[in-house]
């Protein structure tokens, strides 16, 4: 609660959930958690809005489509009022509308509806446990006021879909127009209600008994607004289904149309035209690097300030969700652990505040945001980001060309990437590229990290924001005998430019390795075990890790280990696979044992905590020890390749020159950031299998991760009308 009060916000969302409190009736309801938590809320001046149903159908003894589900909700709702008389504002069912149709028409959450009746008879049982819930409110609290939220989408289509996507335009509308009694005869859709099993008095009980928001809550997400197009053969599979009797694609808008919809601020407009109720943007949040998170919330923000000089009544944007969310890229349907960071990550053993929260303070202080990144534009407006040929048709909102949001085009500072000829180096260019970073690559000539003149030249001449340094000495062989210059690259190298660094204020970004333990222990060493290296290779690394710190603080020292990627073939993974595919031995260790690193997972993570300013020590690895003998196993056998003639020897059989810790695996204290080995290896081969057949599609992203929150959605869209 105090994290979220150092945010500067002035309400949260909190979850009074009715299954958490009182899953098996009043009598039994404990509400110690939420007296805290809530007693905490009320000390640091931050007023909550009390949401007693999120997506969910309560407690197991009933369901959304169970009539007793709307008196039973309210009889918790008069509970939650007598005990916190003082709580004023109240979101009973969470996206009711929304809920629905995951629940009753797309059969993906309970109680698994696929048609429309199932749907509608969710749609209304909540929206009648809203009206009942926030009367057993007002019974206690005359002033509680009503924040209805739902998802704000718009639907396109080519001709031959107009008539469905005009349906699903008119369906949006209808849990807000129930509670508002706006559904009688005359409404577009009477005729589809009373067809699919509303009963007229039923619906006119709404238009009796109204209920409207005191502020309509508009939940925004790259996913609201949809493509509907009856050439299938244009869109990828998994966005193929059936509309209205018609085979079609159903696609956001973002993936398909070759001019970006203009975003919420026209949403914003559509709804206050049609209701004049006040509004609140209750959830706006992007499954995307930290980058893309900053710019989205940047744009739904001053989309916002521009509906209120419109005279739109906008009263708050939320950031949705302060502590993150998991497996919501598959909408809860599977335990796959997948995590989508907001203002705080939980993956540390205490939340760490990520670029989202220092965004939030200047937002709430009424400072303009300062984060370098958000300059460039987000992935959904960006050349690259359709799955399709871009489609732009008269239906198509081409009429605005949008940035964005107004830092987009505006000086950017960028990343500076020391090793222009290294692995890492590369891999760090080929992935600023692709998440829109600006970024200069350099080599020794263009800045010898070992020399002060010719860093402080590199920056003043790029003003960067930050610096990364993926060069140095990696040849751990041959550093036995080559000390000298070992040390200048990965000890005297480093330390310069953390000086530098530290005079000019800005983030570095430099790496060790594993290899400054000495093997002794036989368990994953994390961040504060004792560096006790064997090798000279392993001391330059230790030694640099004391200078950088030492002369800068604020920089994040991130040590790893085995790399593997799809972008070189030199590292020990390609050339496994490339000598088993020809038929010829391949030896490798069994006896030391390591934590693969996928590169462009390293690179990834890597970037989003230099965007969130980390700084000290951090393990980054895949995370699965292993030996190298296993290892290459593993990936044959993902890759479908003979493992015969691999041979598992002895460490000591591969004449290695420097002395190598027989166990070296890393785990971490500060979070696990990246996916699992298996994950990785999946991508790593299917990504070489493509650059073997010479596509050109990289999965530089975790399998598991989209950059749509609601993809699940696609292709399961049921008949309309």
């Known amino acids: 609660m105090a994290r979220f009060a150092s945010l500067g916000i002035s309400q949260i969302r909190y979850p009074l959930l009715w299954e958490r409190v009182a899953p098996a009736g009043l009598a039994g309801a404990d509400w110690r958690w939420c007296d805290q938590r809530l007693h905490a809320l009320r000390e640091a001046g931050v007023t909550p809005i009390a949401g007693l149903v999120h997506h969910g159908s309560g407690p197991r003894h009933t369901c959304l489509t169970d009539p007793a589900f709307a008196a039973g909700l309210a009889e918790y709702a008069g509970a939650v009022a007598a005990r916190y008389p003082w709580i004023t504002d109240y979101t009973p069912v969470n996206e009711p509308l929304t809920t629905a149709r995951f629940s009753g028409l797309y059969g993906l959450w309970y109680p698994h509806g696929r048609d429309d009746r199932s749907f509608l008879r969710a749609l209304l049982i909540q929206c009648r446990a809203t009206v009942l819930a926030m009367r057993a409110i007002r019974r206690v609290n005359p002033q509680a006021r009503l924040i209805q939220t739902d998802d704000l989408g718009k639907t396109y289509s080519t001709p031959a879909m107009a008539r469905c996507a005009s349906f699903y335009n008119e369906r949006r509308w209808l849990a807000w127009d129930l509670l508002c009694g706006k559904v009688d005869p005359g409404h577009a859709l009477w005729g589809y209600l009373t067809g699919h099993g509303a009963d007229p008095a039923e619906l006119l009980w709404f238009r009796d008994n109204p209920c409207p928001p005191d502020i309509i809550g508009v939940n925004y997400y790259v996913t609201s607004e949809r493509w509907l197009d009856h050439r299938v053969e ?141 300059r460039g534009q987000g992935w959904w407006r960006r ?12 239906e198509a909102p081409t009429s605005i060309t949008a940035d964005g949001h107004s830092l987009v085009g505006t000086a950017s ?39 002060p003149v010719s860093v402080e030249r590199a920056m003043q001449r790029y003003q960067p924001w930050a610096v990364i340094n993926a060069s140095g000495y990696v040849r751990v062989d041959e550093a036995e005998n080559d000390v000298e210059r070992c040390f200048r690259d990965n000890v005297a190298g480093p330390a310069v430019l953390a000086a530098a660094c530290a005079r000019h204020r800005l983030h570095l970004t430099t790496f060790s390795s594993d290899l400054v333990f000495d093997g002794r222990q036989q368990c994953p060493y994390v961040e504060s075990d004792k560096v006790t290296p064997i090798n000279i290779y392993g001391k330059s690394k230790a030694a640099a890790e004391r200078a950088v710190l030492e002369r800068q603080p604020g920089a994040l020292v991130v040590r790893t280990s085995s790399f593997f990627g799809p972008w070189d073939s030199h590292n020990f993974l390609t050339q496994a696979l490339a000598s088993l595919e020809s038929g010829a031995p391949f030896a490798a260790a069994s006896d030391i044992t390591v934590t693969p690193t996928y590169v462009p997972d390293l690179v990834n993570a890597c970037l989003d905590l230099a965007i969130d300013k980390e700084s000290g020590l951090w393990h980054l690895t895949n995370g699965d020890p292993l030996t190298w003998a296993e290892l290459a196993g593993k990936a044959a056998r993902q890759a479908g390749v003979d493992a015969s003639r691999l041979e598992a020897q002895p460490g000591a059989a591969c004449r290695y020159l420097a002395p190598r810790p027989a166990y070296s695996a890393l785990h971490t204290e500060r979070g696990m950031l990246m996916p699992g080995l298996d994950d990785a290896l999946t991508r790593y081969v299917q990504l070489r299998g493509e650059q073997a057949r010479g596509d050109h599609i990289e999965l530089a992203q975790p399998i598991h991760c989209t950059d749509t929150r609601r993809q699940a959605e696609t292709g399961r869209r049921q008949k309309a009308s």
């Open 234 to 374: 244009r869109y990828p599979a998994h966005f193929r289904g059936d509309a209205d009797g018609v085979h079609c694609a159903d696609i956001e808008t973002a993936r398909a149309l070759a001019t970006p919809t203009p975003g919420i601020g026209p949403l914003l407009q559509e709804i206050w035209d049609r209701y004049g109720i006040a509004l609140a943007v209750t959830e706006a949040h992007i499954d995307a690097n930290r980058e893309d998170q900053l710019r989205w919330l940047l744009e739904v923000w001053e989309a916002g300030q521009q509906a209120r000089r419109n005279g739109v009544d906008l009263r708050a944007v939320t950031v949705w969700a302060l502590l993150g969310s998991f497996d919501w890229n598959c909408l809860v349907t599977a335990c796959r652990g997948y995590y989508e960071p907001g203002p705080f990550d939980v993956r540390a053993p205490l939340p760490r505040p990520t670029a989202l929260a220092a965004m939030m303070r200047e937002l709430a202080a009424g400072r303009a945001p300062t984060h370098p990144v958000l």
């Open 383 to 394: 050349a690259g980001r359709c799955l399709c040929a871009p489609v732009a048709t008269p």
């Open 413 to 451: 500072a960028p990343i500076l990437i020391a090793g222009a000829t290294g692995t890492l180096g590369r891999a760090f260019a080929r992935i600023c590229a692709r998440r829109n970073l600006a970024y200069r690559l350099l080599s020794r000539q263009q800045m010898d990290i070992a020399d």
